[in-house]
């Protein structure tokens, strides 16, 4: 019997067609209770897995080891398909026999993947086997504390450079906050009038 396990390595234009043509189990479970959209994240092959999901496959079917599609996604790095199964009800918190998505990521090194979970409220203190995974978890959320409260110091020391006419010395902070907030709208046109104020408007055009 030809069920959608098989097919998961395929293109999904490949998927859809069969899909269309031949009534199979998007859901249907192999010898190790992993679903179609697991197989198609291992892969990995993403189109495939996107197209699952919006067909309806289940985002918090488990295999023997209670793991989800968000845990393999967790260790292949697919942040591509962190929203999809989310808005979709993909539990973020789920617990294998190891640990949550959150602590794969961690054990993978996957800091943008951290971040975005920890974003999106996973649970730091969720069942987890590994001390590492809370140790680890614990000094990333310090690390952006500390950043967060050195971006407002620099910014606030900045302001105050500027005020007391020390335009260089405001230069040097502004551009310290930058590193924190590259962005940011009201650093970067302050320290664009400190260089027009040191008559460095040739500076001041390359740093806008």
Same mark, same amino acid.
């Given at each position: 019997m030809i069920t959608m396990t098989m097919l998961a390595p395929y293109s999904a234009a490949s998927v859809s067609i069969l899909w269309r043509k031949v009534k199979l189990e998007i859901n249907l479970k192999d010898d190790?209770?992993?679903?179609p959209l697991h197989h198609a994240i291992i892969a990995p092959n993403f189109p495939i897995a996107v197209y699952l999901h919006e067909n309806a496959a289940n985002p918090n079917a488990v295999t023997i080891k209670r793991e989800t599609a968000l845990h393999f996604a967790a260790e $292949?790095?697919? $942040? +591509? =398909?962190?929203?999809? #199964? =989310?808005?979709?009800?993909?539990? /973020?918190n789920a617990v294998t026999y190891r640990s949550t998505p959150l602590h794969l990521a961690l054990a993978e090194g996957k800091?943008? %993947?951290? +971040? %975005?979970? #920890?974003h999106k409220n996973a649970s730091l203190i969720a069942t987890c086997t590994f001390l590492w995974c !809370?140790?680890?978890a614990w000094k990333i959320l310090r690390g952006k504390r500390k950043s967060k409260e050195q971006f407002w110091l620099s910014k606030s020391k900045a302001a105050e450079a500027l005020n007391r006419k020390d335009y260089f010395g405001?230069?040097? =902070? !502004?551009? +310290?906050?930058? !590193?924190?907030?590259?962005?940011?709208?009201? /650093?970067?046109?302050?320290?664009?009038?400190?260089?027009?104020?040191?008559? +460095?408007?040739?500076?001041? /055009?390359?740093?806008?």
């Open positions: 190790l209770d992993r679903t $292949k790095e697919s $942040k +591509e =398909l962190l929203k999809p #199964l =989310l808005s979709k009800g993909a539990d /973020i800091m943008d %993947f951290v +971040e %975005f979970l #920890l !809370y140790l680890t405001a230069v040097k =902070l !502004y551009t +310290e906050t930058l !590193y924190c907030s590259p962005k940011d709208a009201t /650093i970067l046109c302050n320290r664009s009038l400190c260089w027009l104020l040191l008559n +460095e408007g040739g500076t001041c /055009i390359r740093t806008s």
